[in-house]
């Protein structure tokens, strides 16, 4: 049995060594010689996980530790018997406590209460929910669009993408990247926001429009933007990191508490798929937090400095707990 691995998932190494050989590789360097006699493969986004690499293959169940799944095909997985899955809410409480960082930031650096402004919430899962309990503690009133959900339940709670950027003082998004959040917030969506708003990313780059945000930001069509994912990634916009008062390397959910749990859900995943019952109910343990702080100005301040640096500073992230 051989199992592929990024080499960059924390807590993973001599998990799965007693029952398999384990290769570790740099999630964008894996390839089609790489898997072709794999029976499991454990990545993270930096791996695109399709017919190019996989069709031939013995791979049997795809792990990705990550809260994203924009980098597997999904469909062709499915067609061919592959087993794929992600951690969906692995890391929330982390990026959720970003954007609390984000909120407590920009209100202190442009001298306004967050008590009483609107935070329209787009996409409102297991991230955008716990956004929504935090909005609630620093007394901001809350505006939610989340179609799927609405759908599901009824629109009773819920408003539509317009009434969020015409309602609220801050914009945060918290959707996955699909054909339909693909730059939701175009340059006609941007035209409609005022010199008061604020636009938070931490879901995908891909789903604001980078061009049409640069050009909204040099032309001051907003008070700020806060950025912690990126269009074409790790290759991002140098003129558009500059523009953002927070710019940060997609490290909003890299928390060890986040980091510990998407490993845990990508264990048992492969075990179940490969019938290793010893790790059925794997859990990575990580000690009591005895104090925990987090201050975002630090993440931006080092992707500033050297936006070259993104891999590493993701790749060499220092621990943080939530």
Known sequence: MKIVCDDKIPFLRGVFEPYAEVVYLHGAAISASDVKDADALVVRTRTRCDRTLLEGSSVRVIASATIGYDHIDTAWCSEHGIVWANAPGCNAGSVAQWVE?????????????LVGKTLGIVGVGHVGSKVQALASALGLRTLLCDPPRAMAEGPAGFVLLDE???GADIVTLHVPLTQETYHMIDAS???RMRPSQILINSSRGEVVDSAALREALQDGRLMAAALDVWENEPLVDPVL???????TPHIAGYS?????????A???VVA???????LFDFSVALPPVTSAHYDVLQDSARLKADISSFERLRSDYPPRRE
């Open 189 to 191: 969506v941007l035209g």
């Open 256 to 264: 060890q508490d986040g980091k510990a749990a998407g490993t845990t």
């Open 266 to 268: 990508a264990v048992r």
């Open 272 to 278: 179940r798929t490969l019938g290793l019952s010893d």
């Open 101 to 113: 960082s984000v909120l407590v930031t920009l209100s202190r650096s442009h001298g306004f209460s």
């Open 164 to 166: 969020i950027i015409a």
């Open 241 to 247: 990191v500059g523009l953002a008062e927070i710019a």
